[in-house]
């Protein structure tokens, strides 16, 4: 039974040569590369030589928000992680490794909590439908509206609600990164660091700033 898996598994694997699967986007990396040598020829040069961003974003994976873009940012200005709707629990191991090395290695001065209305994951995090794994990943959003419950529900408006649970879930999520050790260590030695909460709108393509900045302990 497994040397049958591991025959199909190797004949899937078998493409012939030249098969045009994503070929467009290959066709799409080559114009953009040429596209960015034509307006600064030394621009993959500098890139290759240190990556040193003064920001770093934790934003949601979805597809509708490119970090760089929204702010303007080439390659190599902006430090990204990404996951289902912009979570930063001190738990998950990717994204402290993410922090850890943004502000010991790298040494972001800015670091910016982003999420975005019209988020899937706050939706299915209130909903009441079972997804399997990615239900725990969400399971601190839920927190955050057992928290706010009282204000949630005297909104209306379902869509609404699920705004303002978005804000709700950012400021949650600057009071994670601003109480981890790593933050506070790089405070303790004199590193200038400044955690911001951010959301973006689909709608305009507009952030708006949650005036919960924080630059010291």
């Given at each position: 039974m497994a040397l049958m898996a591991e025959k199909?598994?190797?004949?899937?694997?078998?493409?012939?040569?030249?098969?045009?699967?994503?070929?467009?986007?290959?066709?799409?990396n080559r114009a953009w590369a040429a596209a960015k040598v034509a307006a600064d020829a030394g621009f993959f040069k500098r890139l290759e030589?240190?990556?040193?961003?003064?920001?770093?974003?934790i934003g949601c994976a979805d597809s509708r928000v490119p970090a760089n873009e929204i702010v303007g940012l080439d390659p190599g200005e902006l430090f990204v992680h990404?996951?289902?709707a912009n979570l930063a629990p001190p738990q998950d191991a990717n994204y402290l490794s993410v922090l850890q090395f943004a502000v010991d290695v790298?040494?972001?001065?800015?670091?910016?909590?982003?999420?975005?209305?019209?988020?899937?994951?706050?939706?299915?995090?209130?909903?009441?439908?079972?997804?399997?794994?990615?239900?725990?990943?969400?399971?601190p959003i839920r927190e955050v509206f057992s928290d706010n419950r009282a204000e949630l529900e005297s909104i209306p408006d379902d869509r609404l609600r699920l705004d303002r649970l978005c804000e709700l879930n950012v400021l949650r999520q600057v009071r994670n990164v601003a109480s981890d050790v790593f933050v506070q260590d790089a405070w303790a030695r004199g590193q200038p660091i400044t955690v911001?909460?951010?959301v973006y709108s689909l709608s305009n393509g507009l952030v708006k700033d949650l005036n919960v900045t924080v630059d010291r302990p």
């Open positions: 199909r598994l190797t004949r899937a694997r078998a493409l012939p040569l030249g098969h045009p699967m994503l070929d467009h986007l290959k066709a799409n030589g240190q990556q040193a961003p003064q920001y770093l974003w990404r996951n289902v790298i040494k972001v001065k800015h670091i910016m909590v982003v999420g975005h209305y019209g988020c899937g994951g706050i939706a299915a995090a209130v909903d009441g439908q079972r997804r399997g794994l990615v239900d725990h990943w969400l399971h911001h909460g951010w």
